[in-house]
Nanobody, 119 residues
Framework: QVQLVESGGGWVQAGGSLRLSCAAS????????MGWYRQAPGKQRELVARITSDGSTDYADSVKGRFTISRDHAKNGVALTMNSLKPEDTAVYFC?????????????WGQGTQVTVSS
């Protein structure tokens, strides 16, 4: 089992910045991907950014050039730096840990942190 704890959400005006952090604990495998997803009211959860165990990154088109995902090795976790925030970035942001093991993949999720961007 893996436990994920997010922090850093909050309220910000459009154009501002926030940094989300996710700390992982438990049975951490070296072969894992970590990422951030978000879910706005009435919408499906969507991928925001992810980083693989070898450091490769992937971003949603809507956040490219504004958001940066990075590993936080001290916390066995991941951070998301969000710049030039827009009202449409408002959502609950979830940390994801994806474990690659001998039988496939297992996903673990944090409890979510609210990000609100006002215009």
């Amino acid at each position: 089992q893996v436990q994920l704890v997010e922090s850093g959400g909050g309220w910000v005006q459009a154009g501002g910045s926030l940094r989300l952090s996710c700390a992982a604990s438990g049975n951490i495998f070296s072969a894992n991907d970590m990422g951030w997803y978000r879910q706005a009211p009435g919408k499906q959860r969507e991928l925001v950014a992810r980083i693989t165990s070898d450091g490769s990154t992937d971003y949603a088109d809507s956040v490219k050039g504004r958001f940066t995902i990075s590993r936080d090795h001290a916390k066995n976790g991941v951070a998301l730096t969000m710049n030039s925030l827009k009202p449409e970035d408002t959502a609950v942001y979830f940390c994801n840990y994806r474990e690659h093991n001998s039988i496939g993949t297992d996903d673990y999720w944090g409890q979510g942190t609210q990000v609100t961007v006002s215009s």
